[in-house]
C-alpha cells in the first residue's frame, strides 16, 4: 500500500475540530428556540387536565343534581363519598393525578369567581396562589 493511501483513510485533528465547532453553532442556536418549550407544554397539559374535570364534574351534576362539595372535592368524581343512589362514577379513568409541578388541584363548590358553578386552580410552577403563572376554570370560560 502506497503512503498516499494510508493518509487518506482518517480525518485530522482540524477536521474533527471544523465539525465540533460547526455543531456547537447550530446548537447554539437551535436550543434556546426549544428551551421555554417544556414549561409551555406543562401549562398546556394542565389546562387539559382541567377541561377533563370539568367534563367529570357536569357529568357528575347531571347525574346527582348537584357539583361535589368543597369537603368532597375531586375526590367525589372517583369514589362515592356521600353515598348518593344517582352516583354513576368513576366520572375519571385514572383518579386524581396532581398538576403538572407536583401542587394538588384547587376545587371550590360554591365558586367564589364562578357564582354559578365551581372554582377550579393549579397554582403553577411557584405553589402559590395569585400571580400570572396560575392556570384556572375562570380564565378558561370555566363553570
Sequence with gaps: ??????????FTLVELLLVLAILATLAAIVLPKFSGRTEQAKFTATVSQISVF??????????N??????ADGLQALVENSSDSEEWRGSY????????????EYIYEYPG????DGYDLMSMGPDGREGGDDDVTN?????R
Design 92 to 103: 375519571l379513568q385514572k383518579g386524581i393525578p396532581l398538576d403538572q409541578w407536583g401542587g
Design 54 to 63: 370539568g367534563i367529570g364534574l357536569d357529568a357528575f351534576e347531571i347525574d
Design 65 to 70: 343534581g348537584y357539583y361535589p362539595s368543597s
Design 112 to 115: 367564589k369567581r364562578n357564582q
Design 138 to 142: 375562570w380564565d378558561q370560560g370555566g
Design 1 to 10: 500500500m502506497s503512503t498516499t493511501k494510508k493518509r487518506n483513510l482518517g
